[in-house]
Each structure stands twice: as structure tokens, then as C-alpha cells.
């Protein structure tokens, strides 16, 4: 089966750095295997995201000459391919309406206790939907790491697929997203490991195997914060790509040749996609970015 590997970023910002590692993983494990690589752009939360983002990430993507195929997917044209399986999953029992709150899951000690899973709620104006999650995934195999466990209290909860404001959850789309992609393999950061067992149980529920998934490690600040939009992670280089290319993948476990470090940038990928190997990853969780500093 060909391999099909796909890079999804949230237009809430530019790529700064952790978002380049992402990318570049994505991108050499997919190519490494013949494969093809996808860009799908993940803007099903308007609250989060600024104006021209998607513009820049991709404009950042041909900088660094990684070349998606075939047309980028924007979430925010799949609304009615989510609720149709929400409804769906709804007429079925798989899925119920839920009042509860946040602060009153917090009260109840911090998870989702199935209060509303027999009530029998019809009150999608003011309600989340949550599906039942009579099967826990409590571990999951990854590529690099093996068998990797998921808190048994998290795997356990109903969890959310529509939000009380009546956006789409992350895990839905993001499943039904590589289902209609043919995704074959998931390459993200390490931030994103609990969410794969509730991603893995979308899968079960919907009679498919799940995708393939391979964590990197994740690129901290100096005071050990994830790198991120919201953290304020600083934009990469779009005016002098090369050093910050090199350095993602000296992040990756790459030990890249002095002539290759100083090339052009379709050289330096082009040997990156032949010399990439999981062995080669480095076996941590996460690593402090070489852009950051602690503060004081």
C-alpha cells in the first residue's frame, strides 16, 4: 500500500520552529518511502485564528521546498461530512448530547464522569456531544517509542466531538480528515500522544484500522513550555532558510555532512529524504529548541 503522510497546522500563526520539525518529519518519512505528502489546513476554529495565516504557512512550506501534493484540504470546507457522522452516530446511541460544563467537570475532580450518558438530552443549542467510549484505548504502538501507555482515567472519559459553541473537535475532524485523505501514516509532536488513543477509538467505532503514528520529540522553550503560536514561538526564517533548516534536522538526529550543511536548500532536502531513518530519531519526549532562552 502506498505510503500517504500529511502535515495539518492551524492557521493561528506563522511556523515558528517546533512546527518546521513537524513538517520536515512528515515530509521525509513520507518521501523516504516513495510516498506522497499532504497539506490540510486545520481552521475549524475561528476564535484561534488570525487573518493570512494559511498564506504564510504555505508560503513558509515553498521556502523551505517542501512541496505538498495535490491541493491543500481546508477543514473548514468538511462541516457537512462531520455532522453527517455525528448525526449519525447520535441516531445510534454511539453519541449523546451532554449539559456539563467545564468548571463542572472540574468540580467532579477533572474528567468527564458520564453524567449526562443516560439522560437522553435533545438540546444541540446548548449542549456539547460527546461519543461513548465503552472500550478504552489505554496504549497504543508507535513507530520510534513501541508501546506507549494513555492515562487510564483520560482513555476511559466520553469525550467531546462537538463543542457546546458549536465547533467541530479536533479529534473528529482530524479522523475523518485522514480517512478521506487515504492518510496512511501520522507524523506530529510528541504533544499529540494522549489525543491518539481517543483518535484510535473514532477508528474502532467506525469498523477502520488506524493510521500509522510516529511521534517526534517536542520542541521546548528554555523554561521547558512547548514551542507554540499561542506561547508566542517565534516565526522562522523566510529571508535565510538554510541555517534554520539545518538546524531542525540536527533536532531530528540528523548528522548532516559539512558540504551537505552548506548546499542549497533542494540539495539539503533531497539528502534528507535519502537518508532518513526512525532509528536515527532521538529517543526524548522533548528537547529545548536551539532558539530558545530560559528566562530569567
Not at 141 to 149: A, I, P, R, V, Y
Not at 177 to 196: F, S
Not at 273 to 296: D, H, Y
Request: proline content about 6%; aromatic content about 10%.
Amino acid at each position: 500500500m502506498k505510503t500517504i503522510g500529511r502535515f495539518a497546522p492551524s492557521p493561528s500563526g506563522p511556523l515558528h520552529f517546533g512546527s518546521l520539525v513537524a513538517a520536515l518529519g512528515s515530509y521525509f518519512s513520507a518521501k523516504s518511502q516513495g510516498g506522497d505528502w499532504l497539506v490540510r489546513m486545520e481552521d475549524i476554529d475561528p476564535p484561534r485564528e488570525i487573518e493570512g495565516a494559511s498564506d504564510l504557512i504555505l508560503k513558509a512550506l515553498e521556502t523551505y521546498h517542501l512541496y505538498w501534493d495535490g491541493d491543500v484540504l481546508y477543514q473548514s470546507e468538511r462541516h457537512d461530512a462531520y455532522q453527517q457522522q455525528i448525526d449519525s452516530w447520535l441516531d445510534s446511541g454511539l453519541a449523546y448530547y451532554c449539559q456539563c460544563t467545564r468548571k463542572q467537570i472540574k468540580e467532579s475532580g477533572g474528567f468527564y464522569l458520564g453524567t449526562c450518558r443516560d439522560k437522553a438530552l435533545n438540546s444541540p443549542n446548548s449542549c456539547s456531544v460527546r461519543v461513548r467510549v465503552d472500550t478504552p484505548i489505554v496504549s497504543f504502538e508507535d513507530l520510534k517509542h513501541g508501546n506507549m501507555s494513555i492515562p487510564p482515567e483520560l482513555a476511559a472519559e466520553d469525550f467531546i466531538i462537538k463543542r457546546r459553541d458549536g465547533l467541530f473537535a479536533y479529534n473528529l475532524a482530524v479522523v475523518l480528515d485522514d480517512i478521506y485523505q487515504g492518510i496512511t501514516e501520522v507524523v506530529r509532536g510528541a504533544d499529540l500522544i494522549e489525543p491518539t488513543g481517543r483518535q484510535i477509538s473514532l477508528y474502532k467505532m467506525l469498523g477502520l484500522d488506524p493510521v500509522k503514528y510516529l511521534h517526534l520529540p517536542l520542541a521546548t522553550d528554555g523554561n521547558g513550555n512547548k514551542l507554540s503560536k499561542q506561547n508566542h514561538a517565534t516565526a522562522i526564517d523566510l529571508k535565510h532558510p538554510v541555517p534554520t533548516l539545518v538546524r531542525a534536522m540536527r533536532f531530528l538526529g540528523f548528522a548532516l555532512p559539512r558540504g551537505i550543511q552548506n548546499g542549497e536548500i533542494s540539495e539539503i532536502i533531497d539528502w534528507g529524504v535519502k537518508n532518513w531513518s526512525i532509528n536515527q530519531l532521538p529517543q526524548e519526549i522533548e528537547i529545548t529548541s536551539p532558539f530558545s532562552k530560559a528566562s530569567p
